[in-house]
């Protein structure tokens, strides 16, 4: 079934799991799927290109690592401009991102070996509590550690 996710409600549909991986590019998403897996203390793991980076992460696990508004891991819309806002919103709408299947293919292959040691409890899991990044074109590794912030107003209640 193909269906449209656009706030908290239409995620109450989804089937509990142990872990949700979310690879999507529609504005908001990433946010509504974090308020979801907060409010369910579901793990959940991004995994996206950034043209040729391959990215995955961070894998959240809610009441352990932050979550996705804890720190803003991504460019951030500007608010407060109702007019630019609404342009941006249009050209968005419009827009498909370049995709290059290695890098993809790069992107999902690192996920799901993280999805499976997080599931199956064993080795070193790179996305745990953090963004990670091959830059393809120069085989170079990034991070973007996810900190808890505990005034986050998404997850700040469940932080130890
Ligand atoms: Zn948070």
Redesign the pocket.
């Known amino acids: 079934m193909r269906r449209r996710m656009t706030d908290l409600s239409d995620l109450a549909a989804l089937p509990e799991a142990d872990l949700l991986v979310l690879s999507a590019d529609s504005t908001g998403i990433t946010e509504l799927v ?1 308020a979801h897996c ?1 409010t369910t203390e579901t793990a959940w793991l991004n995994v996206c290109y950034v043209n040729d980076i391959a990215v995955w992460g961070p894998l959240i696990v809610p009441g352990k690592t ?5 720190r803003p891991l991504t460019a951030q819309a500007p608010s407060g401009n109702a007019e630019l806002d609404a342009l941006i919103s249009r050209i968005n709408r419009r827009y498909q991102a370049p995709s290059h299947g290695p890098t993809n293919m790069l992107s999902s292959a690192l996920a799901s070996l993280d999805a499976l040691k997080y599931l199956g409890d064993f080795g070193f899991v790179q996305s745990l509590g953090r963004r990670v990044g091959v830059w393809t074109h120069e085989l170079r590794l990034d991070e973007q550690p996810s900190i ?2 505990p005034d ?5 209640p469940l ?1 130890p």
Do not use: A, F
């Open positions: 974090n907060v932050g979550c996705w508004s804890c808890p912030d986050c107003p998404t997850c700040g932080q």
